[in-house]
C-alpha cells in the first residue's frame, strides 16, 4: 500500500511563496511519476504539475507556468512543489498523487486517472 502525506500548505500574501512536500512510502518511489493536483471550492481537482522518474520531464499547467517549479529526491522519497508569486486564484487544497504504472518513455503525466495513490491533500490560502 502506497502512502502519501504532503506537507508544507498555509496562509500567504499574494506574490509571496510556499513549498510543498509529499513523502512517499510503500513501493519503490524511483520508479513513478508523481504529479501535483489542486481542487479550489467549488471546482473539479485540476492537474498542476508532474515530474518523471528522473525529473526529465516536467509538465505544468499553463496557469502555473513560470510560478511553480516541480522537483523530486529519490533518495528521500519526496516530491516537492515550489510555489513563487503566488496569487489569490491559487487559493486551493494541493494534492500529491502517484502514477499507476512504473515509468516509461511517453506515459501520459497529466490526466487524473493515470494516478492511483493520491495524499490527504495540504490547504494553501493566498490573500489578495
Known amino acids: 500500500q502506497v502512502q502519501l502525506v504532503e506537507s508544507g500548505g498555509g496562509l500567504v500574501q499574494a506574490g509571496g511563496s510556499l513549498r510543498l512536500s509529499c513523502a512517499a512510502s510503500?513501493?519503490?518511489?524511483?520508479?513513478?511519476?508523481m504529479g501535483w493536483f489542486r481542487q479550489a471550492p467549488g471546482k473539479e481537482r485540476e492537474f498542476v504539475a508532474a515530474i518523471s522518474w528522473n525529473g526529465g520531464s516536467t509538465p505544468y499547467a499553463d496557469s502555473v507556468k513560470g510560478r511553480f517549479t516541480i522537483s523530486r529526491d529519490n533518495a528521500k522519497n519526496t516530491v516537492y512543489l515550489q510555489m513563487n508569486s503566488l496569487k489569490p486564484e491559487d487559493t486551493a487544497v494541493y494534492s500529491c498523487?502517484?502514477?499507476?504504472?512504473?515509468?516509461?518513455?511517453?506515459?501520459?503525466?497529466?490526466?487524473?486517472?493515470?494516478?492511483?495513490?493520491w495524499g490527504q491533500g495540504t490547504q494553501v490560502t493566498v490573500s489578495a
Open positions: 498523487a502517484a502514477h499507476r504504472r512504473p515509468w516509461r518513455s511517453g506515459a501520459s503525466l497529466l490526466p487524473l486517472y493515470e494516478y492511483d495513490y
Open positions: 510503500g513501493r519503490t518511489f524511483s520508479n513513478y511519476a
